[in-house]
T-cell receptor, first 114, second 109 residues
C-alpha cells in the first residue's frame, strides 16, 4: 500500500531533550515536506526536500533540522525542544514539487513539550 | 491579511441539504488550487483539485474565479460522513502550498 509513515504518533517530552520524528514513504517520491498545524492556523511548512541531499527552509524553520540521506526517509529533528513547539506535525510527499496533484500525508505526530 | 482565508464556521447543516464554502486568496499569480478534507485532527486528504473551468466529482463541485481570487466548494445531498474540516490550498508561483485554516462542517441528522 502506498503510504507515508510517521513515528511516533504521540510524544510527550521535556524542554531541551533532543528528539527525532521519523518519516518514510514507499512511493519513490522526490519531494517531501514537514508541516506543523496549530489551532486557527493553516498548515505551516517547516522544511522541505526536493530530492536526496537537497533540503530547504519553509516558513517556520527555527528550532528544527532535517536530513535527506535516502529518498524514502525525511526525519525531523528537534535539537532542544521548547514548549512553543508543542503542535501537530505532518510529513507529506509528492512525486515532484511541481506535481499538479496533491500531497500524501502521514498520520501525524502530536508532540507536547513540557 | 492572510494569504488564504476561509470562514472557520462551523457550518451546521441538515442531512440532505446543499452547502457551499468560499475561500479567497491574495496572490494573483497562484497557479493551482485544491480542496482537502481533514477529519478530527487526522491527516489532510486530497478531496479534489480545482480546474479553471470548474469541475465536479459526484456530489462535490469546485469552482475557480480568478478575477475575484476565490475558489468555492459545493456539496450536494450532504451526508453525515461529510462532517469534517475542509481546507483550501493554493499553490503559488514558487510551487509552495499555502493552506487556509479550514472551514468546519457539521452535518446533522
Amino acid at each position: 500500500e502506498a503510504q507515508v509513515t510517521q513515528n511516533p504518533r504521540y510524544l510527550i517530552t521535556v524542554t531541551g531533550k533532543k528528539l527525532t520524528v521519523t518519516c518514510s514513504q514507499n512511493m519513490n517520491h522526490e519531494y517531501m515536506s514537514w508541516y506543523r498545524q496549530d489551532p486557527g492556523l493553516g498548515l505551516r511548512q517547516i522544511y522541505y526536500s526536493m530530492n536526496v541531499e537537497v533540503t530547504d527552509k519553509g516558513d517556520v524553520p527555527e528550532g528544527y533540522k532535517v536530513s535527506r540521506k535516502e529518498k524514502r526517509n525525511f526525519p525531523l529533528i528537534l535539537e532542544s525542544p521548547s514548549p512553543n513547539q508543542t503542535s501537530l506535525y505532518f510529513c507529506a510527499s509528492s512525486p515532484h514539487r511541481d506535481s499538479y496533484g496533491g500531497y500524501t500525508f502521514g498520520s501525524g505526530t502530536r508532540l507536547t513539550v513540557v | 491579511r492572510k494569504e488564504v482565508e476561509q470562514d472557520p464556521g462551523p457550518f451546521n447543516v441538515p442531512e440532505g441539504a446543499t452547502v457551499a464554502f468560499n475561500c479567497t486568496y491574495s496572490n494573483s499569480a497562484s497557479q493551482s488550487f485544491f480542496w482537502y478534507r481533514q477529519d478530527c485532527r487526522k491527516e489532510p486528504k486530497l478531496l479534489m483539485s480545482v480546474y479553471s473551468s470548474g469541475n465536479e466529482d459526484g456530489r462535490f463541485t469546485a469552482q475557480l474565479n480568478r478575477a475575484s481570487q476565490y475558489i468555492s466548494l459545493l456539496i450536494r445531498d450532504s451526508k453525515l460522513s461529510d462532517s469534517a474540516t475542509y481546507l483550501c490550498v493554493v499553490k503559488d508561483s514558487n510551487y509552495q502550498l499555502i493552506w487556509g485554516a479550514g472551514t468546519k462542517l457539521i452535518i446533522k441528522p
